[in-house]
C-alpha cells in the first residue's frame, strides 16, 4: 500500500487511524469556527489524527429549497481561517475543475463527491493540483471499477490518493454497506476510508430531502475499522437536528466522542502486529 501524507501525519497500513468529520455543510463563518475548536479539542485528546471537514457549496441537493452553503470564495475563506486558528489540516468537495484548482490553494485535501467520481475532466484536475485526492466511490459502481478512476489519478503523476466506500445503492432510497469493498479498493495500493455517515443515508427517501438513520452510524464504523479500514469519515454537528444539512446523518460531538474511544479500541487491537 502506498500510504498517504496529510499535513503532519500518515494515513494508511501501520500508521494512527484518522478521521476527517466536520459540520455537513458551512452554515456560516462563527458556527464553522466553534466547531472546529471543539472537534480540535476532541481529536487532541486522542491519539487519533483529524482533517476538519466541511463543505462551501453542496451542490447535490434534492430540493432546490435545500441550503447550500456560503458558495466558493466566501467558503474557502472560512476554510482558511480554520486551518490558520487550529493548524489542523482541510479538506472539501469540488465540482469542477475550476472549483478543484481553487480548492487546493486552501485546502490540504482535495475531495471528489461519489456522483462525479466518473467526471474524467474533474478527477484528472483534481490529481493535477498535486493535492492529496479523496475520492469516494460512486454509490452506483462495484468496487473493483474504482481502479479505472485511481488510474486517472495516477495519469497525471499524482498518487496520493484515498478511497473511500460510502454504501452502494441496492433498491430504492437506500444503501447497503459491503466490508468487502475495503479490501478490494485496497488491493490497488491505496488507502481506504470508510464514510459512516452517508452509508447511513436514505436517498431522498423524505420526499424534498434525504433521510438517514444516524442511530447506526457507530455499528458500521466499528464493523469498518474491524474490517481494516486506514480511516474514516463521520460528520458531525454540535447540534444535529439543527443542522442545514443532512441533519439525520450527522453525529452529535457527544456521540462522537464515544465513537472514537470505540474505534479506537478496535482499530489497536486489529493493527497490533505494526
Not at 472549483?99 to 475531495?111: F, K, L, M, N, T
Not at 474524467?120 to 493535492?131: E, F, Q, R, S
Not at 443515508?201 to 458500521?220: F, V
Amino acid at each position: 500500500m502506498h500510504n498517504v501524507e496529510v499535513a503532519n501525519f500518515t494515513i494508511g497500513e501501520c500508521e494512527p487511524l484518522a478521521v476527517f468529520s466536520g459540520p455537513c455543510v458551512i452554515e456560516d463563518e462563527d458556527h464553522c469556527l466553534r466547531a472546529a475548536a471543539r472537534l480540535t479539542q476532541i481529536f487532541s485528546e486522542r491519539n487519533i489524527n483529524f482533517v476538519f471537514k466541511s463543505s462551501y457549496d453542496k451542490a447535490n441537493r434534492s430540493s432546490l429549497s435545500s441550503f447550500r452553503g456560503p458558495g466558493l470564495d466566501e467558503g474557502l475563506r472560512i476554510l482558511e481561517r480554520v486551518k490558520a486558528e487550529y493548524d489542523v489540516p482541510v479538506v472539501t468537495d469540488v465540482h469542477s475543475p475550476q472549483e478543484a484548482r481553487a480548492a487546493a490553494e486552501v485546502c490540504d485535501v482535495v475531495q471528489i463527491p461519489a456522483f462525479l467520481c466518473r467526471q474524467t475532466d474533474l478527477v484528472i484536475a483534481a490529481g493535477g493540483t498535486g493535492k492529496v485526492i479523496l475520492v469516494k466511490k460512486g454509490q452506483f459502481m462495484a468496487p473493483w471499477d474504482m481502479i479505472n478512476v485511481v488510474d486517472k489519478i495516477r495519469s497525471t503523476g499524482n498518487n496520493k490518493i484515498i478511497l473511500i466506500d460510502r454504501g452502494t445503492m441496492f433498491g430504492y432510497n437506500n444503501l447497503i454497506s459491503d466490508m468487502r469493498a475495503i479490501p478490494v479498493m485496497q488491493s490497488f495500493g491505496c488507502p481506504v476510508c470508510f464514510d459512516a455517515s452517508h452509508s447511513v443515508q436514505l436517498p431522498g427517501g423524505q420526499g424534498a430531502t434525504t433521510g438517514g438513520q444516524r442511530e447506526y452510524i457507530p455499528i458500521l464504523a466499528r464493523a469498518a475499522v474491524a474490517a481494516g479500514c486506514n480511516s474514516l469519515f463521520v460528520e458531525s454537528h454540535p447540534e444535529p437536528l439543527k443542522a442545514k444539512s443532512d441533519a439525520t446523518s450527522v453525529l452529535a460531538f457527544e456521540d462522537l466522542i464515544k465513537l472514537l474511544d470505540d474505534v479506537a479500541k478496535i482499530y489497536r487491537a486489529i493493527n497490533e502486529e505494526c
